[in-house]
C-alpha cells in the first residue's frame, strides 16, 4: 500500500489529503448546526477525494523519477494549487468573500504566514476558523517533510550550513528514491510526532483554563507559526498558558526537537541556533524592558516591581513569538505601554521575524543558523585585521560554518534584501506608501502575518489592501516560504540543463 502511494504524484496526494482534512470541519459545522457550510466542507472533500483516485490512475503509471531541477515546477504548482483546493469550500462557506480572497486566505495559511482577510472573526463560524487553523497546519507539516526530503538532499534550504559526512543520504536509503517516496517516508516520520506536540500543548492549554476550540487553535497556530487564531488577538489567556506557548514555540528555533533530521551531535547548550535565539532573545528583552523603565521613572512607575516583572515576560514572549515568525502578542507586552507611556518598538518585532527560525523547521525568515554563521565570518574578519596570519580554530564544522558556510549565508542574505527591494518597489507601483510597503513586504517574506499590525505607529490589516498589491504579496509570501535561494538554484539548474 506504501509502495503504491509512493508511486502517486505528490501533488495528487496533497490534494487527496486536504479532501480528507475537509471533513473535519465538516463534522464541527455539522455539531453547530451549521448545516450551508457543513455541506460546503463535505462536498468539496468528497469531489477532492473522488478527483484524486481518477488523477492516481491516470498519472501513476507514467510517473517519472522526480530530480532536483523538476522540483522548481513541482513546489510552484503546490503552493499555487493546493491553496486554491481549500479555497473553494471557503468561498462556498463566505459567500461574501470572492474566490481570490479565498484562495489568497489559504495561501496565507498553507505557506504559515497568517495573513487574514476576515475583518470580524467573532462573526465568522468556527468551522470556518478551525479550516484556516488546519490549513496553517497541514502547510507546516508539509514544509517539515519537503524540507528534509526534498531539499536536504541538494543541499538548499539551510541545509547548505548543516555539514554531513559523505555518503549520509546513502545510509539512509533514500539516495535513489524519487521526491514523492522520499516525501511520504519523512511525512510519516515527522506527522506523528508534529500531531503528538498539537495535541499535548492543546490538553495543556485545556487544563490551564483556556476554552476547547480556542486552545486548539493556539495549539496549530503555535506547531505550525502560522498565528491564525479564531479572534484578533491572543488576548489575556494568563501566564500559564503563555508559558506552555513559549516552551512549545521553542520547537520553531531547532530541528533536532523533531524526528527524521538526522544525527544530533551537539548538547542542548552547544546548539548554534538554540544559543543564539537565547542570545536574541535576551538582547531583545532587556532593550524593551530598559526602554519602558527609563520611561516609567518619567511618571514615577519606576519602583513599580510587579509592573516590571510582567514587562519583562510580555518582552521575552513577544519576542520569541515573533523570532519563530508565529506572531503572538503578549497581554503583559500591551500593558507595558501603560506602565511606562511608551509605544511598544514595533520595529524590533519586524527585525526579529526577518531572522526567523531554525533551518527545516516552520519558521520563516533568514534562519538562526545563518546568522549564526555571519557573526562568525564578522567575528573571525575583526580578528584578522588585528592578527593577519590568524587561522581559523575550532572544530571541522566550525571551520566550515566561518568559510563556505558564511559565504552561503551571506548569499542568502542578499538575494533576500534585493527581493525585499523588488517586493517593495512592486507595492509602491501597485499604490501604497513607503513606510507600509516596507511592513507588509517583511510580513509577507518573513511568513509573519500579524506583523502588519505591530510594526508601525498604527495598526494595518490585510483586508484593506488592493488586488494588484495582494498578488504580489501572495507571491512574497511563496517566495518566503521555499526561500528564494532555493528558487533560483532550481531555475538555473533546470534553465542550464534544457
Known sequence: MRARLASVPMLVVLIAGTGLLMQVPAFKALVDREHQIARAFFYSG????????????????????????????????????????????????????????????????????????????????????????????????????????????????????????????????????????????????????????????????????????????????????????????????????????????????????????????????????????????????????????????????????????????????????YLTTTGFVSQDWIASRVWSGLTPPGLVLMGLALLGGGVATTAGGVKLLRVFALTRLGKFELERTLYPSLVIGGNEYDRFLATTGARAAWLFAMVFSLTAVVVVALLLVSGMSLETGLIFAAAALSNTGPLVQVAGDLPLYWVLVGDPARLVLAAAMILGRLEILVLLALFIARTQRG
Open 46 to 321: 468528497l469531489i477532492c477525494l473522488v478527483l484524486s483516485v481518477f488523477f492516481a490512475l491516470a498519472l501513476s503509471a507514467s510517473q517519472r523519477r522526480s530530480r532536483s531541477g523538476g522540483l522548481f515546477p513541482l513546489l510552484t504548482t503546490i503552493y499555487l494549487l493546493v491553496p486554491a483546493v481549500m479555497a473553494v469550500p471557503l468561498a462556498e462557506a463566505l459567500p461574501q468573500m470572492r474566490f481570490v480572497d479565498a484562495w489568497f486566505e489559504m495561501i496565507s495559511g498553507f505557506t504559515t504566514t497568517g495573513a487574514s482577510l476576515i475583518d470580524l472573526p467573532r462573526r465568522v463560524p468556527q468551522a470556518v476558523h478551525l479550516w484556516r487553523g488546519l490549513s496553517g497546519w497541514l502547510g507546516g507539516l508539509f514544509i517539515l517533510s519537503a524540507a528534509t526530503a526534498l531539499l536536504a538532499p541538494i543541499g538548499l534550504g539551510g541545509y547548505e550550513l548543516i555539514h554531513r559526512s559523505p555518503g549520509a543520504q546513502t545510509r539512509a536509503g533514500m539516495a535513489g528514491a524519487t521526491a514523492g517516496r522520499r516525501l511520504m517516508a519523512h511525512a510519516q516520520v515527522v506527522l506523528p510526532a508534529y500531531a503528538g506536540l498539537t495535541l499535548g500543548l492543546w490538553f495543556l492549554l485545556t487544563l490551564f483554563g483556556v476554552p476547547g476550540f480556542d486552545a486548539l487553535m493556539q495549539a496549530m497556530a503555535t506547531l505550525s507559526t502560522s498565528g491564525i487564531l479564531a479572534r484578533e488577538t491572543l488576548g489575556n489567556t494568563g501566564l500559564l498558558p503563555e508559558m506552555a506557548l513559549f516552551a512549545f514555540m521553542v520547537v520553531a528555533l531547532s530541528r533536532r526537537f523533531l524526528p527524521g533530521h538526522g544525527d544530533r551531535p551537539r548538547p542542548l547548550h552547544r546548539d548554534p541556533e538554540l544559543v543564539t535565539a537565547a542570545l536574541i532573545v535576551a538582547l531583545v528583552s532587556l532593550f524593551v524592558l530598559a526602554r519602558h523603565w527609563a520611561g516609567a521613572f518619567e511618571i514615577a512607575e519606576g519602583e513599580n516591581l510587579p509592573a516590571i516583572g510582567r514587562a519583562a515576560w510580555g518582552a521575552a514572549f513577544t519576542s520569541l513569538s
